[in-house]
């Protein structure tokens, strides 16, 4: 079989319990999608490190932010969060950054109504991909005014709020802002939201993180061997000559060989039964 149709197959074998392993299903747990989009933002903000961690800690920020993730942000008040997550610690974040990260949404939303309008803002509806318009998106949020937060006219150089707001100009992949890109942009299809309608989802490019690096290398995607953004958008050329329309489609189903069925990169007994197989060059290095 050519590449389409394998990983066609495997677009179409994606289950409710690749779901329920992924912080995409934190947004999954509301119907509004003005709840979806604040949620989305917490959920692949927070995206980085041990699956089990990241579900773990996702589970203690959805508990204070209640039934309406908007509302929540609507009403955030700084004072009150910064008690309410005083203790609160995801790898190199901490209880400040999640309150900036609060702030920025509301911010948003203060200016233009929802995140996907201001996102909007920043976008442009002609270029190839969102190259530009995550630059732009980016540096609009770390502009806002977090002197409430840290104290200072410029966030401290202690603090990683930063880290959540990656460029596309620094060479960053921005995986975990091109994972929210995906939920919000492409259509609802189970997994994920369509909950923006101004983006083209042609226009996405692929979140890479370590799964996704692996296999795509093994599968001929990239010879590039850094997960930077010319490695996504490399992978994602790649897959746009399978569906240009909406080149993204595969992530989810690739990256949760790895997350939730195991594939390592190495030539092992699950193989035999791996859905790629015969497209992948395993244990490629």
């Not at 980016?138 to 502009?143: C, D, G, T, V, Y």
Request: negative net charge; proline residues 7%.
């Amino acid at each position: 079989m050519d590449f389409k149709t394998v990983l066609d197959n495997l677009y179409a074998a994606r289950s409710t319990r690749h779901l329920a392993n992924d912080p995409l299903s934190f947004c999954h747990r509301f119907v509004a999608p003005e709840d979806r989009e604040i949620a989305g933002l917490v959920a692949s903000c927070l995206a980085y490190g041990n699956v089990k961690i990241i579900l773990r800690n996702l589970e203690t920020v959805f508990a204070a932010l209640g039934p309406s993730p908007r509302r929540f942000v609507e009403r955030f008040e700084l004072e009150e969060g910064l008690r309410l997550f005083a203790g609160f610690k995801h790898r190199f974040n901490d209880g400040r950054d999640l309150c900036a990260l609060l702030l920025a949404a509301r911010t948003m939303i203060e200016e233009a109504d929802t995140i996907g309008d201001f996102f909007l803002g920043c976008h442009d509806p002609h270029a190839e991909d969102i190259t530009s318009s995550l630059t732009e998106f980016s540096a609009a949020i770390l502009a806002f005014d977090y002197a409430p937060v840290f104290g200072s006219d410029a966030i401290p150089a202690d603090s990683y709020f930063p880290f959540f707001f990656p460029s596309p100009a620094s060479g960053s992949a921005c995986k975990r802002l091109c994972m929210y890109l995906r939920w919000m942009v492409r259509p609802a299809d189970g997994i994920d939201l369509g909950v923006w309608k101004g983006v083209s989802p042609g226009q996405l490019v692929i979140p890479v993180d370590a799964h996704i690096r692996r296999i795509c290398r093994s599968l001929g995607f990239t010879k590039r061997k850094q997960a930077d953004w010319r490695m996504a958008r490399e992978i994602t050329a790649a897959l746009r000559q399978l569906d240009p329309a909406d080149p993204v489609k595969y992530d989810f189903p690739l990256c949760h060989l790895g997350i939730s069925e195991g594939c390592d990169g190495t030539v092992q007994p699950l193989c035999r039964q791996c859905p790629v197989v015969e497209l992948c060059g395993a244990g490629a290095p």
